[in-house]
C-alpha cells in the first residue's frame, strides 16, 4: 500500500484553529512568549503538519495514539504547571491556561504520533531494517570500499570495539569509579561491616570474587579494584556482543547494527558507567542478556532450542537477583509474557517453564539462601520513598491536618526541621529522618500507616501530586534532569587503601572528558539521547506504534518492551530520587534494540 494513500487534507479553517490552539498551547508550556518571531515559523510548521496527518486505515487503528499524545499532554503540563501559573493569583485563570495547555498539546502530540506511526508502519512494510535476500548493490567505489571494510570490522567485532572506545575512561579513572555503595560493598566482603542485601548481595559476593583473583597477583587494594573494573567493563562488551550478533541473526542491516553498536560504544556516558563500580552496570548488562533472549525466541521462533531457553531463564535469574527492583519487575511482566503469546503454544511453554524456574531459583535465593548467609535485608523506610516524601510534602506546604494525625506523624519523627531538610527532588533526606526517630513504631502500625497515607492523601491530593511529580519528573519528561549525567568521578575517601590513580592524564585528557560530558546535552537532537524522559516517550511510542497494527505479530512483540516497561513502573513507584540517571540505565541501554524490533516486519502469516 501506497503510504501516501493514507494522508488527506484537512479542513482549511480547522487546520487553522488547530494550529493557533497547539501554538498558543507551545508558548504556554515553553514559556517562550508569543511575539517571538519564531513563532511565525512555527505557526507555518504547524499548519503544514495538520495538512498532511494520517487517515484511519483498516490495518491501522489511531486510538493508540491518541492515548499516546493524551500521556505526553498530561506529563508535560504537570511538569510545567508551577511555571506557566506562577503569574496567576485567580484560580480560574490557572485552570483556563491548564486546559489550553493540555488540548493544544494534545492536537500537536496527536498529529506527530499518528505521522510518525504511518512512517514507522511504511519502513516496516519496505523492510528497511533488512538485509535484501540478494545482499543488494554495492557502490564500485575505491573510497566507498573502504569506508565499508572498515565500519565492517567495527560491526562484525563488537566485543573488541566496545572495550577499544571505553579504554581510555578505564586508563583515567584507573582504578575505576567508586561511590560510597561501593565502598560499603567492598567493605562487606572484606569483613569490614556486615553482609547486607540493601545493596545486591549476588553483586557483592561478584565484587569478592574478582578482588579474589586480583589478590592472587598482587595484594594493592588498587590492583584489585582494577580487576573489579575490567572484568565488569568485559562483561558489558560481552553482553553489548551478544545484542549485535542477535540483531544480525535477524538479518538487521549492517548500518543498522553499527549505529546500535555506536551508541553502546562511543556515547561518552556509557564509557564512564562502563567503569562505574556499581550494580546498575552489570545489571544493563543482564537487562541486554534477558532482552537478546525473547527477541530471538520471538522474531525467529525456529531459532529457539534448549540453549536459548537456558539464556533466558539464567539472565532472568541474574535479572532477579543483582537489583532489587528486577525482582518485582519480572514477577510484574511475567503474567503479561504468557498472555501475549497465549496463541503461540510453543513460545508459551517456553516461557511458563522458564519464568516459574527463574521465579523458584530468585525466590530460594531470596530467602533461604540470604538468610543462611547471614544477610541483612533492608528496612521498611527503604521501600517507602514515595509515601513518606508525599505525607512530609504536606507538612513542609503547611496544609491543615488533624491533631490525631499529626501525632501519629511524630511518633515516628521529629518534624522540628522537616522544612530545612526536605528536598523535593530526593527522599534520601526523609528517609534518614524516619530511621533517626522511631521506625520501630511504623513497623508496628503499619496498618495504622496506611490509612494515615489514603486519609492525606484524600484531604490533600494537591501536596501529594507535587511531592510525586518533583521526585520523578526526570523519568518521564524529557526537558528534565540531563546535567550530571556522568559526571561522577574518582574513588570515595574509604580506609582501604584505595584511591583514584589515572595511568593517563595531563589537560588535554581532562578537558577532552569534559567537554565530550558537558557539550552532548547541548547539542540539538543528540541531547535527546542524555535525556531520561526522552527513552521513556521512546517507549510509549514504540507500545503505540505496535499497538496501531491489528497484526497478531505486532501485539505478539509488546512483549519484547516489556522488561523496559515493568522495571520503569517500578522505579515510578518506589524511586528514592528521579534525577539519578543510573536507575533508568538498563532502559536507556536497551532502547536501541526496542527501536529496531518495533520498525522490523511482520512475518506474512502474521496477519
Known amino acids: 500500500m501506497n503510504p501516501q494513500s493514507r494522508l488527506r487534507p484537512d479542513n482549511p479553517l480547522s487546520r487553522i484553529l488547530k494550529a493557533l490552539l497547539s501554538l498558543w498551547a507551545l508558548s504556554i508550556l515553553t514559556g517562550t512568549g508569543i511575539q517571538n518571531p519564531v513563532w511565525l515559523a512555527a505557526f507555518g510548521g504547524l499548519l503544514f503538519l495538520y495538512r498532511f496527518v494520517p487517515q484511519a486505515s483498516a490495518d491501522r487503528r489511531r486510538w493508540p495514539c491518541h492515548l499516546a499524545a493524551a500521556l505526553y499532554a498530561a506529563t508535560t503540563t504537570a511538569s510545567r504547571y508551577v511555571f506557566y501559573t506562577a503569574e496567576f493569583t485567580s484560580g480560574a485563570f490557572r485552570f483556563g491556561y491548564t486546559v489550553i495547555a493540555l488540548a493544544g498539546a494534545w492536537l500537536f502530540y496527536d498529529a506527530c504520533c499518528l505521522l510518525l506511526t504511518d512512517r514507522a508502519a511504511a519502513l516496516r512494510e519496505r523492510g528497511v531494517l533488512l538485509e535484501p535476500e540478494d545482499g543488494g548493490t554495492v557502490p564500485d567505489n575505491r573510497l566507498f570500499r573502504i569506508a565499508r571494510a572498515v565500519a565492517g570490522w567495527f560491526t562484525e567485532h563488537p ?103 555506536a551508541f ?105 539462601v540470604l538468610n543462611a548467609m547471614g544477610a541483612r535485608r533492608p528496612d521498611l523506610a527503604e521501600s517507602l520513598h514515595v509515601p513518606i516524601q508525599q505525607i512530609a510534602r504536606v507538612l513542609v506546604d503547611g496544609e491543615p491536618i488533624s491533631d490525631g494525625d499529626r501525632a501519629l506523624i511524630e511518633q515516628v519523627i521529629d518534624t522540628t526541621w522537616i522544612r530545612e531538610i526536605y528536598a523535593p527532588t530526593n527522599a534520601d533526606n526523609i528517609k534518614e529522618l524516619v530511621r533517626a526517630g522511631h521506625q520501630e513504631v511504623l513497623v508496628a502500625n503499619k496498618g495504622a500507616y496506611l490509612m494515615l497515607w489514603l486519609r492525606l492523601g484524600l484531604t490533600h491530593p494537591g501536596a501529594y501530586l507535587r511531592a510525586y511529580i518533583d521526585l520523578t519528573e526526570s523519568m518521564w ?73 491489528r497484526k497478531k505479530e505486532a501485539h505478539l512483540r509488546l512483549l519484547l518492551l516489556l522488561p523496559s516497561a515493568a522495571l520503569y513502573l517500578t522505579l515510578l513507584m518506589a524511586t528514592p530520587c528521579g534525577s539519578t540517571f543510573r536507575y533508568v540505565y538498563p532502559m536507556v541501554f536497551v532502547t536501541p534494540i526496542l527501536v529496531i524490533l518495533t520498525l522490523l516486519p511482520f512475518p506474512e502469516n502474521g496477519a
Open 477 to 549: 519528561f524529557p526537558d528534565t534532569g540531563i546535567e550530571g549525567i556522568a559526571d561522577i568521578d574518582g574513588v570515595y575517601p574509604n580506609g582501604i587503601g584505595m584511591v583514584m590513580s589515572p595511568l593517563i592524564g595531563g589537560h588535554f585528557v581532562v578537558k577532552a572528558k569534559e567537554i565530550l560530558l558537558k557539550l552532548g546535552p547541548r547539542i540539538p537532537l543528540y541531547g535527546m539521547l542524555w535525556s531520561m524522559g526522552f527513552f521513556f516517550w521512546v517507549l510509549i511510542f514504540a507500545a503505540a506504534s505496535l499497538l496501531s497494527e
Open 159 to 261: 566485543f573488541f570495539t566496545c572495550l577499544l572506545f571505553w579504554l581510555p575512561y578505564y586508563l583515567y579513572e584507573y582504578p575505576g569509579i567508586l561511590t560510597p555503595d561501593g565502598v560499603n560493598q567492598i567493605e562487606q566482603f572484606l569483613g569490614l561491616d556486615a553482609l547486607s542485601n540493601h545493596h545486591p548481595v549476588a553483586h557483592t559476593l561478584t565484587m569478592a570474587l574478582f578482588w579474589r583473583i586480583g589478590a592472587i597477583v598482587s595484594d594493592d587494594p588498587n590492583f584489585c579494584l582494577g580487576v573489579i573494573t575490567a572484568a565488569q567493563m568485559l562483561f558489558l562488551a560481552l553482553c553489548c556482543r551478544v545484542a549485535i550478533r542477535t540483531l544480525a541473526g535477524i538479518r538487521v542491516r549492517p548500518l543498522v547494527r553499527g549505529l546500535v553498536l
Open 264 to 368: 553502546f560504544a562511543v556515547l561518552p556516558y556509557n564509557g564512564v558507567f562502563a567503569v562505574l563500580v556499581l550494580k546498575d552496570v552489570p545489571f544493563t548488562g543482564i537487562t541486554l542478556l534477558l532482552l537478546s533472549a525473547l527477541l530471538t525466541m520471538v522474531v525467529k521462533p525456529e531459532a529457539p532450542s534448549a540453549g536459548v531457553v537456558l539464556w533466558y531463564a539464567l539472565s532472568g535469574v541474574a535479572f532477579c537477583i543483582f537489583r532489587s527492583n528486577g525482582w518485582f519487575a519480572f514477577l510484574l511482566m511475567t503474567p503479561f509474557l504468557l498472555l501475549l503469546c497465549r496463541q503461540r503454544t510453543a513460545l508459551f511453554i517456553r516461557l511458563l517453564i522458564s519464568g516459574v524456574c527463574v521465579i523458584l531459583a530468585a525466590a530460594l535465593w531470596r530467602g533461604p
